[in-house]
Structures are given as C-alpha cells and as structure tokens.
C-alpha cells in the first residue's frame, strides 16, 4: 500500500494594508503544483483585511503559522508601519518550530523586524533599500539581486521576483520538472539571468536627501547633461567651483559614490533608455554616451546592471533591426 503523503503546508500572511500582488504570487504559483503538493491557508490577525482598494478574507488566524512548513510575508503599503506584537513572536516561534520563512517584496521589513534576519544577507525592492538599511543595519541587504536564500530565511526583491522566490522553492522542494510546470503556468521563465541590478534606475539621490536643495545640484544637473563628453575629475571639480578634494568628500557625503562612478552610472542610464528606444547598435550607444571603448562600456554596464548590454536590450525592448 502506497504511502500517503503529507501535503507541504503553506502560511500566507495577510496583515493589514498587504499588497494584493505579493499575496497572490504565492496562492498561484504553490496553487498551481499538481497533486495537491500544497496545502495553502491565508492568515491574518483579523477575518478581513485591507489591501488597497479591495478587501482580503483570511480563512485562519495566527495559530496556523504554528503548523506550517512554509510561511509566506507579502509585502505591505506602508513600509513605517509596525507590524503586531503578536505577529512578530508568531513568526519567531514559527521559525523556532523548523518552518522555512519567505518573505516577498517589502515583506522583508516585517521579517527583519522580527530579528531573525539580523547577521544575514537579504534582499527587498531597491526603492526601499535606503529606507530599510535605516531601519535594519545589522540585516547584510544587498539590493542587486532577485532573492537570497539563507536556509529557512528567504528574501525576494521587489514585485515579480516574488515568483522566482516561490518558483525557486518548489525546485528545492519538488525538483526542476514540478518548478518548470508551474512556470509555464503561470507563463514565466523558470530563471531570469540577472538580478533586480537590472531593474534600478542608476543615480537616484538616497532617500535622506531626495526633495531637498542640496550643494550638489547644479553639478549634477551639469553631469546629467555632459555625461556624453570625455570629462575628467577636474572638469567636474572646475564646474562645482570646488578643489578635487572637497568635491569627493561632498559626493561621498551626498550620494555615496565618488564623482566618477557617480558619472559613470548617469551613463549606463543613459545607454539604458536607448538600449530600451532606439535602434543604434552596441558599440555606437556605448560611444553616444561617453564610454570611450565598446570593452568599458560592456565591462561597466555588466558591474552595475548584471547583464550585458544586449541582454538588457532582450529582456526591455522587442527586437528591431539594428543600426550599423
């Protein structure tokens, strides 16, 4: 007689003010393993819960938490927002109990909040990343990637790569061919090259600084608009009126970043938005937007995105001819 197995028990947490996006990645794609591998419940700490314009009934309370294999942290709107004592100690004493922990998006910030990831690598969308390095400095974030597995502990970045976390989980738990059948369902690759690297919009102003008048303005104003030329760091300390030595301490305390790379990143914006919209081959874009080889330029935009430059180009633009 045939074993019976136990169904894989799956939490999904639903706390006030979730992102229904990051709820319903992990009911589709665990949903969509045959065999009724999973076991999903949603739970929450109330019997209906706001998430944005629409409401989510939760089918259990907290208490399930302490039967799953799987618990699963959507994100939520408002990153600030503390999450319940009570679901804090749930998720501890669920991870106590040898559950494995996911959390999707900004659901990193209820995980951290919790402890368990303080000494850890882990990983949340790159818009949040300033916000969350704040609030967690003992978590190792490294924003570049589309999820971090540290055992029982698992991180996804932001929006869609919930689905390469979850996708991610069912290969670990039920080989290649049940993960490949549930990305075909849910019409996705069962791996995406590169990381969220890819996605972030290169030299934005960190969080602390971004709607405020700052000293830097007008040279980085200036850089957006000469990147292009053959620049060197004492064109960009002649333009900011400044010695080369107070201008790396300014950018340092600012942005983070040297002038330099802080150029170099405009840059690799720059061949992004043309990669995405124009139909120029490589090596011409790389020269467009003054890399001064086509070897730095694929070197350069490789370091900061993950991917080469036809790749991104693959993976953002439908293909046309190119330009010679």
């Known amino acids: ?38 076991r999903i419940q949603v739970c929450g700490t109330e019997p209906v819960v706001a998430a944005g314009p629409v409401r989510i009934g939760t089918d259990h309370g907290l208490d399930a938490l302490a039967d799953a294999d799987t618990v699963v942290v959507p994100g939520r709107h408002h990153l600030t927002a503390d999450a319940p004592d009570e679901v804090l ?53 490294d924003a570049d990637v589309l999820y971090v597995d540290e055992g029982r502990l ?21 080989g290649a061919a ?12 069962l791996h995406r090259s590169g990381g ?30 000469n990147a292009h030329r053959d620049l060197t760091l004492g064109d960009i300390a002649e333009r900011a009126a400044l010695s080369v030595r107070t201008l790396n301490r300014r950018f340092q305390a600012e942005t983070g970043q040297t002038p330099m790379h802080w150029l170099t990143g405009v840059r690799v914006r720059h061949a992004q938005e043309l990669l995405e919209r124009s139909s120029s081959g490589v090596e011409r874009i790389g020269r467009d937007v003054g890399f001064t080889s086509a070897a730095n330029f694929r070197e350069q935009f490789r370091r900061l995105s993950g991917v080469s430059p036809q790749s991104y180009r693959n993976t953002f633009r439908a293909a046309h001819p190119q330009e010679r």
């Open 1 to 38: 007689m045939r074993d019976v197995v136990r169904p894989h028990r799956v939490a999904v947490l639903a706390l006030p003010d979730v992102i229904p996006f990051d709820l319903s990645i992990a009911l589709e794609v665990f949903g969509r393993v045959p065999d009724g591998a999973y």
């Open 89 to 141: 100690a749930a998720l501890r004493a669920a991870h106590d109990a040898g559950a494995r922990i996911a959390s999707i998006c900004t659901g990193a910030f209820t995980l951290a909040a919790t402890g368990l990831l303080d000494g850890k690598r882990a990983t949340t969308h790159w818009v949040t990343a300033d916000a969350f390095r704040g609030l967690f400095p003992d978590v190792v974030l």
């Open 154 to 174: 698992l991180t996804s970045a932001g929006a869609s790569a919930g689905l390469d976390l979850c996708l991610y989980m069912v290969q670990q738990d039920h």
């Open 178 to 189: 049940a993960a490949a059948g549930a990305a075909k369902l849910a019409v996705a690759p």
């Open 196 to 225: 969220q690297a890819q996605f972030i919009v290169r030299n934005r102003l960190p969080s602390n600084v971004i709607g405020k008048s700052t000293e830097l303005d007008d040279v980085l104003g200036w850089i957006e608009q």
